[in-house]
């Protein structure tokens, strides 16, 4: 588990309570010792939306006091269909465990989302969701279940009055307008716009990943760069330049963020390369790179000359950014 504490509040000692952890396998489901406050989904990026759904299950949660259970569908319904499709999920499970964990939740149960869950009938799986003793659910509008995605806040509210089951659907949050979503965040997030990312989730948008041998070429331009492996499910932003804060378990550092195939050089692979202001050294081999801002888009040099000298803008424009003082993001 990444034990991160900025700028988001990951912190090191943040909670006293342990965080229960339980795999699922439906229709089998652990045993309740008090009836817990639910709150299901896939919780992609654990945006503004779903902090609220969270903090109304805590707030009613004390009031009954009881748990706060959060269901979470692994490995994601989309990821399933599409056979793992690379590129997609803003957070992975260890990193929406992490951000859950810090948002106080009490219990997380994993449940394996297979083709036996995909075949199940959305009353099935609802009734028997329903069957558990919950002092209520707390969903989203949009929110849906069951095989081809029939199921839906309808389906359960239905189900739920004929058990005597209390079900409460919170309405969308907006932002400039239109409906936060994980959808809306991942396309911002493909298009390089990184602030309006960040201003969605209510916090910066961040890889994590382990530091890997590269060419040495930057190093022999005179920008030594980290090369970073990620997952490749993990979303993968718009090639090109990014101002960035970059933390180990111990330290943090302020440099840019480089994600593309190196066109000048006539490569095809895409890659990300780290560079860190003042050349300090990174030894840890988990990094993790938060984004702030986005620079430039990926291009094509004629000669080296002409990239230093475009590294050397970008560098600037970064070291600006910094100087003039960057508002982090608050959960």
């Given at each position: 588990m990444w034990k991160s504490s900025y700028p988001e509040k990951f912190s090191r000692n943040y909670r006293k309570k342990k965080l229960k952890i339980r795999r699922v396998e439906f229709p089998k489901f652990p045993e309740l010792k008090k009836p817990p406050v639910l709150i299901p989904g896939n919780f992609d990026g654990i945006h503004l939306g779903h902090k609220l759904l969270i903090e109304e299950a805590k707030r009613i949660s004390s009031i009954f006091k009881t748990n706060t259970l959060v269901l979470i569908y692994e490995p994601h319904p989309y990821v399933f269909f599409h056979k793992y499709r690379e590129n997609f999920l803003i957070t992975l499970l260890d990193e929406k465990i992490e951000i859950l964990k810090n948002l106080k939740i009490d219990e997380i149960w994993i449940i394996n989302f297979n083709n036996k869950l995909a075949e199940t009938p959305p009353e099935i799986f609802a009734d028997?969701?329903?069957?558990?003793?919950?002092?209520?659910?707390?969903?989203?509008?949009?929110?849906?279940?069951?095989?081809?995605?029939?199921?839906?806040?309808?389906?359960?509210?239905?189900?739920?009055?004929?058990?005597?089951?209390?079900?409460?659907?919170?309405?969308?949050?907006?932002?400039?307008?239109?409906?936060?979503?994980?959808?809306r965040i991942r396309e911002l997030i493909e298009r390089g716009e990184i602030e309006e990312a960040n201003a969605l989730l209510g916090y910066r948008f961040f890889i994590t990943g382990i530091k890997i041998k590269g060419s040495g070429r930057g190093k022999r331009l005179g920008f030594p760069t980290i090369n970073l492996e990620t997952s490749p499910l993990k979303i993968k932003p718009k090639p090109g330049v990014y101002i960035v804060e970059i933390e180990t378990q111990s330290k943090r550092f302020k440099g840019l963020l480089y994600y593309g195939s190196r066109p000048t050089f006539n490569e095809k692979k895409k890659v990300f390369e780290i560079y860190v202001f003042n050349h300090q050294k990174i030894k840890a081999k988990k990094i993790r790179v938060y984004l702030h801002k986005f620079v430039r888009e990926d291009k094509k040099f004629e000669n080296e000359k002409d990239l230093i000298k475009q590294i050397e803008n970008d560098i600037k424009i970064g070291y600006t950014y910094f100087l003039k003082g960057s508002n982090p993001l608050k959960n």
């Open positions: 028997r969701l329903l069957s558990l003793p919950l002092s209520r659910i707390i969903l989203g509008p949009d929110h849906t279940f069951g095989k081809y995605k029939k199921g839906n806040i309808f389906t359960l509210i239905e189900i739920a009055r004929e058990k005597g089951k209390i079900v409460t659907v919170y309405p969308y949050i907006t932002h400039k307008n239109r409906k936060i979503s994980s959808t």
